[in-house]
């Protein structure tokens, strides 16, 4: 059995192929380069490295978000090409999930974040052991979700790139609860996304589709409208 | 005899996700188009970022449809050719990817599309195309007159300056209150009347095949405002008479002008408004009386869809003109010669 893992949810493109228990090889990008560009050219190159035909792979993992909403599709698009005509599985896991993946073992709770701008973040919580979700990945204010977060009185770890961003706000809200991993442990990697893969269910492929955790902006104005009609 | 090609066509450059097999680049084998018209209505227009959560919803669904439709497996296929540009930057990407993963899952050639090349395209899924021919491309994005001397041969001889002549019709149609898009409605309205009101022909200068139609589209807005603050009625049909009266002769003359100079064996002309029966009307005629052979492809190919990719694609593929996996969405692709 070959597994495929893909994640560009976010800004570093992380890719791994493991054959039966054994990580074949693993990459992780943190270039900032456009996904759609490099994702499926970094795909072939990775393959034919460690000599696996397309025909080869047997599952194929991806990253279903949240993240950059481009960023989560073009993983999306590829990962369900490959896996309805080729006709093997698709598993899809939460990007945030695949982060929380960085702190397992941390005795308390790790908690991955994505930054999304005017303080906000996408976020989520979850065991260090176990990686059982505490509270649900969401688009959130950054402080209202580490104020949540802190009522919980346990250690939290914090990872992913953009935890740097808000650093100073974390220890102004958690104080000495606050721990961040190191900096090779804030990036996503695939085998972590493979392995949590294997551990779920198969999804639809055809009705796979990106966890924004957001609707769009067109979207909440037009509710915010219509709201204003009805008042 | 030499080999049958069979090629798979993918489309997603604006609202349409779209697949289609075609073989030898003239007869389509299955067309499929899921339109989001219905999810873009209440915004009044398209929304980049709801037409991409289309685009990935529907993309393997659409792919498959196609691929069953026509009875075949992917390695059945010689190609896969995608609109690489130009477009919304985030909607040419799905497909894009999409192509790319399917290339690459079975080894295919990848061939990269511009996509007005697969608008004039359409026309061979119907009758072989004549050089040398014109191609008057006319829809919600573009407004082009294109000389082609062969195959792949491309020249640019007029385009819009401001708006693409179905944003026009789109923008007038707002202002009349009218659904959108507003284009066919326009075109319904204009058919009911027997009156219509006198706007301005926006010519440019002389001999130049370009188009505007901002400044007919503000004719309309002044008239609309003028009336409004006389407080007079006014009368929806005759607005929408005179507009596309303007539209139509000005398009006509432009086309028929450069038809004659190029020498033109053929004219063709696609994209959605193309279906504007007044235009179709006006075009058939003009042409008829020169006796210059002209052809609108049927309404599913005039507008956006995925065999006029996979028929500019089979061309592209008989020349060996082969994208990689290293291929992009361009939006403001330029339209070049394969030759
Ligand atoms: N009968 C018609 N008369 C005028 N315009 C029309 C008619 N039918 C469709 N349209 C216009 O065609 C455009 C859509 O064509 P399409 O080829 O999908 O455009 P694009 O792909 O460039 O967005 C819209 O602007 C629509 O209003
Ligand atoms: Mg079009």
Known sequence: MIYLGIDTSNSPLALALIEDG?????????????HSLTAMPAIEEMMKKAKVLPADLTHIAVAEGPGSYTGVRIGLTIAKTLAWSLKIPLHSVSSLKVLAANGQGFDGLVCPIMDARRGTAFIGLYEGTGLKSVLADQHSDVKEFLLKAKELGRPVLFT??????????????????????SIQNRLPRASNLILLAQQS????????????RRITEAEANYNKAQEGQIL | ??????????ETSCDETAASIVKNGTEIISNIVASQIESHKRFGGVVPEIASRHHVEQITLVIEEAMQLAGMEPDQLDAVAVTEGPGLVGALLIGVNAAKAFAFAHQLPLVGVHHIAGHIYANRLEQEMEFPLLALVISGGHTELIYMKEHGDFTVIGETRDDAAGEAY?????????PYPGGPHIDRLAHTSDEAVMFPRIWL???SYDFS????????????????????????????????NSVVEVVTGKTMRAAEEYKARQVIAAGGVAANKGLRNSLDAAFKQKGIPFHIPSLPLCTDNAAMIAAAGTVMYEKG???????????????????
Do not use: C
Request: glycine share 8%.
């Open chain 1, 22 to 34: 054994v990580v074949l090889i693993e990459e992780t990008a943190n270039l900032k380069i456009n």
């Open chain 1, 160 to 181: 992913g790139i953009d935890a740097a961003l808000h650093e100073a706000l974390i220890v102004e809200v958690l104080g000495r609860a606050a721990h961040f991993s």
């Open chain 1, 201 to 212: 269910e198969e999804s639809d492929v055809h009705h796979a589709v990106p966890e924004y």
């Open chain 2, 1 to 10: 005899m030499s080999k049958d090609i069979y090629v798979l066509g993918i």
């Open chain 2, 170 to 178: 789109d923008k007038v149609a707002r202002t009349l209150n009218l």
């Open chain 2, 205 to 207: 200068e002389e001999g």
């Open chain 2, 213 to 244: 139609f901002s400044g007919l589209k503000s004719s309309v807005l002044n008239y609309m405002h003028n009336a409004a603050q006389r407080g007079e009625q006014v009368v929806p049909e005759r607005v929408a008479a005179g507009f596309q």
């Open chain 2, 321 to 339: 003109l082969y994208g990689n996996m290293a291929m992009n969405g361009r939006p403001g692709m330029p339209l070049t010669s394969w030759i």
